[in-house]
């Protein structure tokens, strides 16, 4: 009877001491048990395209998008417009966030994953909140540093914190978040093919002129009243300023009413097409950069090309990359070729 006592008295030992310690485990889960592998943002997935708002406030300041009826704009660039592609990666980022793993519920603490209250001074996160078109909102999040994939397995990190919620957390999943407000703009300016191009003429500060023509589209570009004994440098560096209208891209942007374009010392260009287009630039140099404005017409089919261009740019001033507004102030002297032994 003892013996059966004791064996007894030792199972239920055992059972208490294995109670204890799977009641010891379950409470050190709970947190974890209870998010991770959810989506952070649930039901955004369905509603990426109810969504008409994307504010970022914290660091780096404020950026509110905006969906219009012409696609989606920048409040804080005047209206101008967003980089639709970027918006839609940066939404389906959020979109497919899984939580993976609790970390520090301590405020003290925020700042060593970014995730402290957006606005404090010296912080580095980023509150993202999500709208649809009648102002509800489909998701608000407080973002901090990314932990980048180390291992190859694809699957990056991403400190985060829901508003009014002291629990932060590392999610998985990917989410390219621009940093400045001209990071979400739709760069593209115009895009004319240099094929098209038939004459350019450049008029500088000084008020002299080099024309550029050729009288078919694969024809050679040449330098129209240059000397007889000079040497051009190659048919690509000659054809340089018809190529400033390909691919044109801003680097900034702001509303023409903003930028004052001075009434002499401006760099001027026309570009002609075969097809009757014809475009004008002006640009100047101001706070690093070069400023360019466009106004283009058009004859017989080139007309509703021209009524384009003017509808996209006509309200603007834009900064460009230095290569481009550098074409524009081609000089004679920067097509001759150097006399050897000078």
């Known amino acids: ?15 208490v001491a294995a109670s204890a310690v799977a009641l010891s485990l379950g409470g050190t889960q709970t947190v974890a048990e209870a998010g ?4 952070v943002l649930a039901g955004l ?17 404020t950026v509110t998008l905006q969906r219009q009826d012409q696609g989606w704009t920048i409040a804080e660039k005047g209206g101008y417009p967003a980089d639709p592609a970027k918006i839609r990666q940066v939404l389906l980022g959020f979109a497919e966030l899984t939580l993976v793993e609790p970390k520090t519920r301590s405020a003290d603490s925020y700042n060593r994953l970014d995730v402290e209250d957006p606005g404090k001074e010296g912080g580095h996160s980023r509150l ?11 998701g608000a999040l407080i973002v901090g540093k990314r932990r980048p994939d180390r291992l190859g397995s694809g699957a990056d990190g991403l400190y985060i914190r829901r508003p009014g919620d002291a ?15 001209k990071d979400w ?26 024309v550029i ?14 000397p007889a004994d000079s040497k051009l440098k190659s048919d690509a560096v000659v054809a340089e300023p018809a190529g ?8 900034d942007v702001r509303p023409a009413a903003e930028v004052e374009f001075p009434g002499s010392g401006l760099s001027r260009a026309e570009w002609v097409t075969f097809d009757g287009l014809t475009v004008i630039g002006e640009t100047f140099d101001k706070d690093g950069a070069g400023w360019l404005r466009l106004k283009a017409s058009g004859s017989d089919k080139a007309a509703d090309e021209a009524a384009a261009i003017n509808a996209r740019t006509a309200s603007w001033a834009y900064a460009v990359f230095p290569y481009k507004s550098n074409a524009m102030k081609t000089k004679l002297a920067d097509l001759v070729e150097t006399p050897k032994g000078s």
Request: glycine residues 14%; negative net charge.
């Open 244 to 251: 400033v209208l390909d691919g044109l891209e801003l680097s």
């Open 36 to 39: 991770s592998g959810q989506v």
């Open 167 to 181: 629990q932060s957390w590392l999610a998985q999943g990917s989410v390219e978040l621009p940093t400045e407000i």
């Open 185 to 210: 703009l739709d760069k593209k300016i115009v895009s004319i093919a240099p094929a098209r191009i038939s004459k350019v003429t450049l008029t500088h500060e000084d008020g002299s002129t080099l």
């Open 128 to 138: 993202v909140e999500i709208a649809d078109g009648t102002g509800g909102k489909l």
């Open 45 to 61: 997935a369905g509603k990426i395209g109810d969504v008409a708002g994307l504010k970022i406030s914290g660091a780096g300041g």
């Open 213 to 226: 023509a050729r009288d078919k589209e694969d024809g050679k570009f040449a330098v129209e009243g240059a």
């Open 1 to 15: 009877m003892q013996t059966k006592g004791l064996i007894a008295l030792l199972v239920a030992a055992i059972i």
